[in-house]
């Protein structure tokens, strides 16, 4: 029986110094058009927003749109999206480490990267919705002469430690993978400032079968550590919400829940950010539509399971017999935040679906489109638990609307740039490809090695 035949995940006849070269081309020489005009547009968006967190902080956060019914808004709203994303992107690249799957070596770098950049746009908002940001410090436990401590039966501060502690591992396990391709950099740049840098980063990395023996097994040890953190993590996110006795976030389906729709949300990230560097760095040999399809059968996956999450409420609100649960879900289809529920349902349930037919699921423009629809109705779905279910809360007398102010729209586009220009200069510094990994999964060493004539005694 002939066993099937595989996609390539490297495309072309490569030998290991063609792996070398083509991935570090973007170091060692200057960058294409694509990434000046990407990480300028997210330069701008990202001083904008920061001209927003300056007059947030100077004029005080009664520059947003929140009021006493909705006090919480799109701040928690981005926070949730924000952690959603950055907690996918260790979890990919741990989980594909632990499973030994091949064709993780061109996407395990992006979502690593993007899980730290992410993470530090989440921790801005809590930051300044606590109204005096310079006491941020107060959230952590540590000895003080005030006699001062944190509360800690509040699942805000649960928050805090295991955000914290996830950011710790996710950005030491992000290092450790760098460490051979830093090594590499240091060896191939001959003088200056970044042969200075690259050589204080690489730790001594020498290419020893020692040093390959400790790197692989500090990588398995970050990897089977950072998986259940990520699953704990976002339960605790759901927490926030599912320890409140307020219709719509009282109910115990809220951790799977969470953690299903951020790993779905987070591929789709990956996805976005995959297809940008692919095209911007020149890499369409080596991230390739068998890695772009192998993400949207994941996608299809943790999508259907989100939806199902969707029909799971609907049916407990009816089967609970609970006039309030009842009514906050009719809120949201039918009230006057309708509009926001069917966008999360549309892009959220409906479209996802549409990557079953392996036409589209292979075509790159329309993936890329549809990983920005997805994160587009995840944001909605945050948006939709938090707003609707505070805007009409158990006293009619106290019902409002909320509207977002240009303050808060600035921070949230403010927080893309960031994210997006440290992307771009994350991979113009450091290869966004791991190198040692694509080489593994060339097709045969010795094929792909350029023979040697031993004729005429050469």
């Not at 200056?192 to 290419?207: E, P, Q």
């Amino acid at each position: 029986m002939q066993s099937p035949i595989r996609i390539p995940l490297i495309k072309g006849r490569k030998t290991y110094r063609n792996v070398t070269f083509d991935i570090l081309d973007p170091m060692m020489n200057k960058p294409g058009k694509y990434w000046y005009l990407g990480i300028s547009l997210s330069s701008a968006a990202a001083l904008f927003g920061g001209y927003m967190i300056f007059w947030t902080i100077w004029q005080g956060i009664g520059t947003w749109g929140e009021n006493r019914t909705v006090g919480w808004s799109w701040d928690i709203t981005n926070f949730v999206w924000w952690i959603g994303i950055g907690h996918a992107g260790t979890f990919i690249s741990a989980i594909l480490l632990l499973f030994r799957q091949k064709w993780r070596t061109s996407i395990n770098r992006s979502a690593e990267a993007m899980t730290i950049f992410a993470v530090m746009c989440a921790a801005l908002f809590p930051v300044i919705h606590m109204g005096r940001s310079l006491l941020a410090f107060f959230i952590f436990p540590y000895p003080n002469t005030r006699g001062l401590w944190v509360n800690f039966n509040s699942p805000l501060v649960w928050d805090v430690f295991a955000i914290s502690t996830y950011f710790t591992v996710s950005l030491i396990f992000w290092y450790v993978g760098l460490i051979p391709d830093i090594g590499t950099l240091r060896d191939k740049i001959r003088k200056g400032f970044k042969k200075t840098m690259y050589t204080v980063l690489s730790l001594g990395w020498k290419g020893s079968a020692k040093d390959w023996h400790r790197h692989e097994i500090t990588s398995i040890m970050l990897a089977a550590l950072a998986t259940p953190l990520v699953l704990s993590v976002h339960s605790i996110v759901s927490m926030d919400f599912a320890t409140s006795i307020i219709p719509g976030w009282h109910t115990t389906i809220f951790p799977p829940y969470f953690v299903a729709g951020a790993i779905f949300s987070g591929f789709a990230m990956v996805l976005t950010l995959m297809i940008i560097t692919r095209k911007a760095m020149k890499l369409e040999d080596y991230i390739t539509v068998s890695h772009v399809e192998n993400m949207n059968k994941i996608i299809i996956a943790t999508g259907s399971i989100v939806g199902l999450a969707y029909i799971t409420e609907m049916f407990i609100s009816w089967y609970s017999g609970v006039e309030y649960e009842h009514f906050a879900l009719m809120n949201r289809v039918t009230g006057p935040y309708w509009w926001a529920y069917w966008i999360m349902m549309t892009c959220n349930v409906i479209s996802p679906q549409l990557l079953w037919i392996k036409k589209l699921r292979t075509n790159l423009v329309f993936t890329f489109l549809l990983s920005i629809v997805i994160n587009i109705g995840m944001w909605f779905e945050r948006f939709v638990i938090i707003v609707t279910s505070l805007h009409r809360d158990y006293l009619p007398s106290s019902w409002t609307m909320y509207k977002p102010t240009i303050v808060e729209i600035g921070l949230f586009l403010g927080t893309l740039g960031f994210f997006f220009t440290a992307f771009f200069i994350f991979i113009r510094v450091f290869p966004v490809i791991a190198i040692s990994e694509v080489k593994s999964v060339l097709k045969i060493a010795g094929e792909n090695q350029p023979k040697k004539d031993y004729t005429h005694g050469k």
